[in-house]
């Protein structure tokens, strides 16, 4: 731990901090349970883990107002912790069960919430990219200031319907912040075998859209960023690129062995750069917290998503009538 | 208080594995995210991490061992205390049920702005305009946008160019650049634009050049339009249109003559409508525009300039599923849709001449199908044959035959023929073209034929 580098941002305050903790420790834990739940045949499918992740979207929600939307690929229940939608209807829906945010019908890569403004959980990768564009047109088009954050990763960044989307939000300067989470890996293909040049937010330039690499696992970093990219988007001045830094520490989904990196490599991000350590070593060494407070927030977390999976067993699965339902509107 | 490790399952299929190797061994202390064992599954071999922290204090399943099923035991971990207790644990899952109960209750009732829409009533008093099928689409869309600022008009050419076949005429005088959008040329990108926007409640119309363009956009219109509303579990839905030319136009080749409404018909979440006359189109297009789910609106570029009646009746809208019939006859029932009904009314005259009186349905709509009134009809006539442009493999005449053999099966007297375009990519030869389309004596033939005569 001795490695480990530590923030150096210190104009934030402890609440601020206390939130950031728990948000992302949060995730971490529903995500660690989620595979569990996976693990006992209670999810199928493809269940793709955001661990390592937490603080590229724990960071951005931070600098959303209310009415700003978001939208994101399969790699979502992160995204919709983030944005305050019930680890309950979460996790059932991982379960595919009846009190799931899509009554069990979306599963895992396909979730939704109107009320928190989440548009998805989309399944096709980077199609989310011109729905973030457009639900950012509505919001241009109906007149009010709000944003739309659409994420995509660094595997996304090389679908041809960026650059058509990139285009258009230039060209009519749509309030849409482009995320691109590069964790570096597009399933098994490294950043390095898959884009001709390492920095993707450089691709917004022939665009003429700005764009910054952010140090994504510290999160006091990604909201100064999100804070900023905000900013241009709510006065008027169209699109902007935040390209996160980011790692994931498990397989691409559920069934991905990981073979094309080393074990080492993962520790290495593990011991030195996980962002709710550094948050925590932040937290104590600036006397926020004590060891007594982190636990009690770890206990309360750790409440939530034993909750949650409970719900998700207990949950029924949908009525068979469902399957007929939802189809029209 | 102890927890069992269970052998987990590591793909979509796994049911039973091998335990490779153990990385940790009895008394050994893990926290969350340590990697405990390898294990072999159908596909890989996967490393198996620690979900809770604890004290390894049994391993029950040793190195090497095969065929371990899922789910069962394979070491027990030693909790240091920090578990809410069961007891918490059960009466929280209750509440929460009980939760999940009230909601699922209020299962939401289907409903379909556009059922409640009824045909309006066109008599021999009712006075009557001619307009092209272009005039009439446009009218359409001019009417809807002036009754609902959420509709717009997106696609290429459609504002300052005024349409590439002029059919949006007139509207960026009207409605302004807001909502009259030219796009730049990709299909892909503004037909996911468009849905993203209908997603947060705009109705956007998606002019495509043709729908041979539609095909760069089409997972946009499958994946993220039809089937958002599914997957949401009905939250939201795209409630747009897609509309433009469809199917062959006149010695523009293969790859800007094909007929796409068996593709999109395929499609559960999509509907689909293909207009033939100028009235139909009118009404048809401010129904699709009402439409909250998204609507495949098949134009034709032919039947663009061509002339009908158009009824001077206010808000005049048709309602979806409803097939039009043309003409009454006792003899056989020849079903087409869109352009396919200039052959089948043709034919229907021809074969009159002959002392054959055909009875002749428009679809109108392929999605929903109008599927009452052709076994009506066939039941009457006890013969049938279907006409339309397209493909003949997996062609919406190829669905009709099913249907009918299965519901009017005793009804019939002979074998339903299709009569469709060629099974080849569309020649630019003038006379090859002329070949691979449907003809009107193809279908006379064909009708003569379930007639035995």
């Known amino acids: 731990m001795t490695s480990r580098k530590v923030s150096k941002k210190t104009n934030v305050n402890k609440q601020e901090l206390l939130s950031f903790y728990k948000d992302m420790l949060l995730i971490r834990r529903f995500e660690e349970k989620a595979g569990q739940l996976y693990g006992m045949g209670l999810i199928g499918g493809f269940c793709h883990l955001y661990i390592g992740q ?60 109107k009320e928190k403004n989440f548009y998805g959980g989309h399944g096709i990768v980077g199609a989310q990219v011109p729905l973030g564009a457009g639900l950012a047109f509505a919001d241009k088009y109906l007149e009010n200031d709000r944003v739309t954050f659409t994420y995509f990763g660094d595997g996304a960044a090389n679908q041809g319907q960026v650059y058509e989307t990139f285009n258009m939000a230039s060209l009519w300067k749509l309030p849409v912040i482009f995320v691109i989470e590069n964790n570096q890996y597009a399933m098994g293909t490294s950043q390095l075998r898959s884009t001709s040049t390492p920095d993707i937010y450089t691709r917004g330039s022939g665009f003429d859209i700005p764009g910054e690499a952010v140090d994504g696992m510290d999160v006091l970093s990604v909201k100064a960023a999100g804070d900023k990219a905000v900013k241009h988007c709510r006065a008027g001045k169209g699109p902007y690129i935040l390209e996160i830094k980011t790692y994931r520490y498990r397989g691409h ?35 926020h917290a004590s060891e007594d407070d982190l636990k009690s927030i770890d206990k309360e977390i750790k409440k939530i998503v034993n909750e949650s999976a409970e719900f998700a067993k207990a949950s029924p699965e949908p009525e068979l009538n469902e399957l007929y339902t939802d189809i029209y509107a | 208080m102890t927890t069992e490790i269970l052998m987990p399952a590591l793909s979509p299929t796994m049911e039973e594995g091998t335990l490779a190797k153990w990385l940790v061994k009895e008394g050994d202390k893990v926290s969350a995210g340590d990697i405990l064992a390898e294990i072999e599954t159908d596909k890989a071999t996967m490393e198996f991490e620690a979900v ?28 240091d205390g920090e578990n809410i207790s069961d007891l918490e644990l059960s009466d929280i899952s209750n509440e929460k049920q009980t939760l999940a109960d009230t909601k699922n209750s209020k299962l939401k009732v289907e409903t379909s702005t556009i059922e409640s829409i009824s045909e309006p009533e066109w008599t021999d008093a009712t006075k009557v305009n001619q307009k092209t099928v272009r005039e009439a689409l446009r009218d359409a869309m001019a009417e809807e946008m002036r009754r609902d600022e959420k509709v717009f008009l997106i696609g290429e050419e459609v504002a300052e160019y005024q349409g590439a076949y002029k059919v949006s005429q007139g509207l960026l005088e009207e409605f302004g650049s807001k909502r009259v959008i030219d796009t730049p040329i990709t ?74 409404t068996s593709w999109y018909a395929h499609i559960p979440g999509l509907k689909v409508a293909a207009p033939y006359s100028a009235s139909d189109a009118k009404g048809l297009l401010k129904s699709a525009i009402r439409d909250d789910n998204p609507v495949i609106f098949l134009e034709n570029e032919i039947l663009y300039g061509r002339s009908f009646d158009l009824p001077d009746i206010e808000d005049y809208i048709i309602p979806f599923g409803k097939a039009r ?63 339309e442009e397209g493909f003949p493999v997996v062609s919406i005449g190829n669905h009709l035959s099913a249907y009918v053999m299965e519901h009017a099966f005793d009804y019939l007297d002979a074998p339903i023929i299709n009569c469709t375009g060629k099974d080849v990519p569309m020649p630019y030869a003038a006379n090859l073209e002329k070949l691979a389309l ?10 003569k034929k379930v007639c035995y005569r």
């Not at chain 1, 603080?55 to 944005?83: N, P, Q």
């Open chain 2, 52 to 79: 809770d922290e604890g004290t390894i204090s049994r391993i029950l399943v040793s190195e090497g061992s095969e065929g371990i099923k899922v789910n069962s035991a394979i070491a027990i971990l030693a909790d």
């Open chain 2, 438 to 447: 449907v003809t009107t004596e193809e279908v006379v033939s064909a009708a």
């Open chain 2, 187 to 260: 299909e892909h990108g503004f037909a996911g634009i468009a849905t993203g926007a209908s997603f947060a409640g705009l109705r956007p119309i998606v002019e495509f050049m043709t729908f041979n363009f539609a095909m760069q956009a089409i997972d946009q219109i499958v994946n993220s339009a039809a089937k958002t509303l599914y997957m949401s579990g009905g939250q939201m839905g795209a409630p747009m249109v897609f509309r433009g030319p469809n199917g062959a136009a006149a010695r523009v080749g293969a790859q800007h003559s094909q007929d796409y």
């Open chain 2, 325 to 387: 019939i043309w003409r009454k006859g006792t003899d056989l029932t020849i079903v087409s849709f869109g352009i396919g009904m200039q052959y089948a009314l043709k034919a229907a005259e021809e074969l009159a001449a002959q002392g054959i009186e055909a009875e002749v349905l428009d679809l109108r709509t392929i999605r929903p199908i109008d599927y009452e009134t052709i076994i009506q009809s066939v039941s009457k006539t006890n013969r049938c044959i279907t006409v």
């Open chain 1, 253 to 287: 989904s559920m069934s991905d062995p990981a073979k094309y990196r080393t074990r080492e490599e993962v520790q290495k991000m593990r011991e030195e750069r996980d962002a709710i350590e550094n948050i925590r070593s932040i937290l104590l060494t600036g006397n």
């Open chain 1, 54 to 113: 937490e603080a590229v979207v724990v960071g951005l929600e931070a600098s959303a107002e209310e009415g700003d939307k978001r939208i994101t690929s399969y790699r979502d229940h992160g995204h919709m912790l983030a944005c305050g939608m019930d680890p309950n209807g979460v996790m059932a829906e991982l379960t595919g069960r009846a009190g799931g945010y899509s009554k069990g019908k979306g599963g895992s890569m396909h979730m939704f919430s």
